[in-house]
């Protein structure tokens, strides 16, 4: 069974075309996609719940108050662990609402963990991966951020730490979760992506990634990354994982 989170802040322009990209993708597996609607001030909730109602295989999570991308996360990760998920080999899949992750990476993703791998990312950096459409100072900015992360937190074959689409293996997100809480992201920015992966890491024995073009020109209104929070929630996470001795693990590599 797969479960697709997609945490939604003001995604009413694009939610639509990512539900039917999808729902054509997904048409060959047992699937559930879970919305959570993190306080949008537009129409995102009665469009997720309008698709819920026609196509019995969406949820809808609503947030009174914005808690952020950490936050919704959180909340679409725990709502499948302890609510939906019967099964270890289940698979939880996330990624962003805005239309800009094309559904097409799933079946790859999916092929990697039924190859063994515990978690499996789409990389902007992986041979074939490509970002269309994004300003040069974003692209530098998440290759940088990308970089010192590393630097900090080295995890071989990773070279894409913050980008949202990822496919974890739910034994291994339920071995994380059972440690850490509802600590597992704290981070409430967009450093929670991050986050979550340097805490579920140390509990895989195989990560890999799959080429993922990012189609940020289909992107509609503004990004909802807050750049200086971002930074700060980098440096944060810097500083309180380092001091919770977070050290890098071996895995088997490919
Ligand atoms: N829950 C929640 N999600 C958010 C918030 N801000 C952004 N998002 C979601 O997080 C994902 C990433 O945001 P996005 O605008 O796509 O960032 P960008 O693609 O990096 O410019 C999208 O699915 C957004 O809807 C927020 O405050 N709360
Ligand atoms: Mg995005």
Redesign the pocket.
């Known amino acids: 069974m797969l479960f697709v989170v997609?945490?939604?802040?003001?995604?009413q322009a694009?939610l639509g075309y990512l539900l039917e990209d999808l729902h054509t993708v997904l048409n060959d597996y047992s699937y559930r996609i879970i919305v959570?609607?993190?306080?949008s001030t537009d129409q995102?909730l009665d469009l997720a719940r309008e698709y819920a109602s026609r196509w019995g295989s969406i949820s809808v999570l609503n947030?009174s108050e914005?808690?952020?991308?950490?936050?919704?996360?959180q909340t679409g990760i725990s709502h499948v662990l302890n609510e939906l998920s019967k099964k270890p080999e289940d698979i939880l899949i996330t990624?962003?609402?805005?239309n800009?992750h094309p559904a097409d990476r799933i079946p790859l993703l999916v092929q990697k963990l039924e190859e063994g791998s515990d978690l499996a990312i789409a990389s902007r950096y992986a041979p074939g991966g490509e970002q269309i459409g994004l300003s040069l100072f974003?692209k530098i900015l998440?290759w940088g951020a990308g970089k010192i992360m590393s630097f900090f937190f080295p995890i071989a074959g990773v070279k894409d730490y913050?980008c949202?689409y990822r496919a974890y293996r739910v034994s291994i997100l339920r071995r994380a979760y059972n440690n850490y809480g509802e600590l597992l992201m704290e981070s409430?920015s967009?450093a929670a992506m991050v986050e979550l992966l340097i805490k579920v890491v140390p509990f895989c024995q195989k990560i890999s990634e799959v080429p993922l073009i990012?189609h940020?020109e289909r992107?509609q209104g503004?990004?909802?990354?807050k750049i200086v929070s971002t930074i700060k929630g980098y440096l944060t996470l810097i500083y309180r994982l380092k001091k919770e001795a977070w050290s890098s693990v071996e895995w088997v590599e490919e």
């Open positions: 997609l945490p939604a802040y003001n995604e694009s959570v609607n993190d306080a995102t947030h914005n808690k952020g991308l950490g936050g919704a996360l990624l962003d609402a805005d800009t974003r998440s913050s949202g409430r967009f990012l940020y992107k503004k990004s909802k990354m």
